[in-house]
Each structure stands twice: as C-alpha cells, then as structure tokens.
C-alpha cells in the first residue's frame, strides 16, 4: 500500500512538472510565433539562402515555431538586428560577435564550429592571383587591395593587425583599398584584376572559401596563391539573444546539438559536409578577439590622428 501511494505521488509530481514545462514552452511560443535566425554574408545571397534552406526548415520543426532565415547586406545588419530585438538567432564571425558584446548588444554565443579534423580555428590568408609575378607583402605596394567588411575577422581585422606588424599602413601604402562585402566577393575582384590581392578564411588545404566557391564552379582553387598566411583564429560561433526564455534557449540549443543525428542531410547541406557537430561556446573564449577589435580600432585612431 505504501508502495503504491509512493509510486502514485512520484507519478503525479511528474506530470506536474510535465505540465509546468509544456506551459512554458507554450508561453514562449506565444510570445515569439516567428524567430529570425540571420546570418553574416559569407557569400551571395542565393548561396547564403540554399546552405541555410534545410537548417532553417529543420529549426522550425524541432521548435514548433516559424524560423525565418534573414541574408543580411553586410556584417554591421547582423549586429543593429540583435541590438533591436529583431534578430533572436545569428550566425556571427568571431570579430562581427565580438564587436557586438562590445556596442552592448545583449547577446550570448551557445555553439562553436568545429572543422572536419576536429579542431576549432581558421587562418586568414592573403590570396593572389597564381599568374600574377607577386610573392610577398613587399611586391604589393601601390598596387590595389581587397578587404572584406569592417567587422570581418580574417577579412578586415586579422590582416590590418598583421599589416602593422610589417609596420604597414593599410590606406597609405595600398593605392586603393575596396570591401567587397563578401568572401566570395573578395574573390571575384580578385578574378576579375580589380584588385591584386585580397584577405579570406582560410581552414586547410581542404577546406576553405575558395574551396567552397570552386565546389559552386565559381572559381578555380589552382588560379591562386596565397602569400600570407595568419596563426590560427578561434572559429565562428551562433548566439542568441540573452533575454530570450530559458525555456527557448535551451529549446534551441537541444536542436542545434541533435541536428547532425535528426536531420544529417540539413547538416551536411548547411555545412558542405565539411565540418563536425558544434560544441559549446561561451564569450569567454572570444575575449581574445574583443582585444583584437580593441587593438585594430586604437590603431586606425593612432593612424589617423
């Protein structure tokens, strides 16, 4: 008798708990019928689209709720999204996240990509063309370079700190600096001579934007050469906005991690095949490109005072 009261009470302490639970998933859900997820303009707006399509699709299946993919137009959209509420989910470059904590944008990093050797990092590369007669930095001056985006990592941020290190001034020793917008952009001027060099992530031999375009047909991973090559940089993470429920946030991390064994084919796509499950992240391991944002911004001001 006793045996049955205990077993009764756990039963209805459980679905109690069941109970609480759904009604807060089912608070949540009502207050957020829709979530943005957006993302940094790695490529073209259709590339961007198609990787993204089955994730998104997937996302909005494992949370009950509309996830709605947003391309931005440059990496500062991503950042004024969250900072207004209007992006809940973002696919960040570790300068684009860090720069974002450091404008006071309530946001919180919960999944790093991992490559497909199981390491965490990336390189940014300086590429030029492979007939062109450049070898080094040196070769270049006066010549034209590409840059990526003010808030990229390895298209802006890495390559300026390695520029002063080689005591270069990026706007004075270049004859003219372009941001292309896109690592695949950055790669197109290049193509096309309207630079003679140009920044880009770089993770090995292969994997790589380049690599990426030359799956697409877009370009042809032999016609470059890359003459510099960073240490390696802490990979991208995906944040979501702290004051999101608990409820959700856990909701959607559950789906990020499961992805890879529920719908393999969305991760495959999103990925290329070429990565790893995410693992956990949090700001603390992207403190180190908060100071990097903080050493490339005192070094403009230095230069142009």
């Known amino acids: 008798m006793l045996r049955r009261t205990l077993l009764t009470g756990l039963a209805a302490a459980a679905a109690i708990s069941f109970a609480g639970t759904a009604a807060q998933a089912q608070a ?31 996302l909005s299946r494992e949370l009950g709720t509309k996830v709605t993919l947003r391309v931005a137009n440059d990496y500062a959209a991503v950042i004024e999204g969250q900072k207004a509420g209007n992006v809940h989910i973002a696919k960040y470059g570790p300068a684009s996240y860090a720069r974002a904590a450091m404008t006071g944008v309530k946001t919180e990093p919960f999944a790093m990509e991992v490559n497909a050797d199981g390491t965490a990092g990336y390189h940014s590369v300086f590429y030029v063309r492979a007939d062109s007669p450049y070898r080094s930095i040196e070769d270049l001056k006066g010549k034209n370079i590409g840059l990526v985006d003010p808030n990229s990592t390895s298209g802006n941020n890495v390559p300026r700190f390695a520029l002063d290190k080689m005591k270069i001034d990026t706007e004075k020793y270049f004859g003219r600096l372009v941001y292309t917008g896109s690592h695949e952009n950055a790669i197109i001027a290049l193509q096309q001579g309207t630079v003679d060099v140009a920044a880009n992530w770089w993770n090995d031999e292969k994997e790589s934007n380049l ?11 032999s016609d470059f050469r890359i003459i510099y090559k960073s240490d390696q940089i802490v990979n991208s993470p995906f944040a979501y906005l702290s004051d999101l429920p608990a409820e959700l946030k856990t909701a959607i991390r559950d789906a990020f991690f499961a992805v890879e064994k529920k719908d393999p084919e969305a991760f495959r796509k999103l990925t290329d095949g070429q990565q790893q499950l995410w693992k956990p992240t949090t700001h603390k391991d992207y403190e180190p490109i908060v100071e990097l944002n903080r050493f490339v911004d005192d070094m403009r001001k230095r230069r142009a005072s």
Do not use: C, H, Q
């Open 28 to 58: 949540w859900k009502a207050k957020y019928p829709e979530l943005v997820l957006a993302a940094i303009p790695d490529e073209n707006a259709s590339g961007m689209t198609g990787r993204f399509e089955k994730f998104v699709e997937y």
């Open 211 to 221: 690599k990426r375009m030359e799956r697409k047909g877009m370009a042809k991973y």
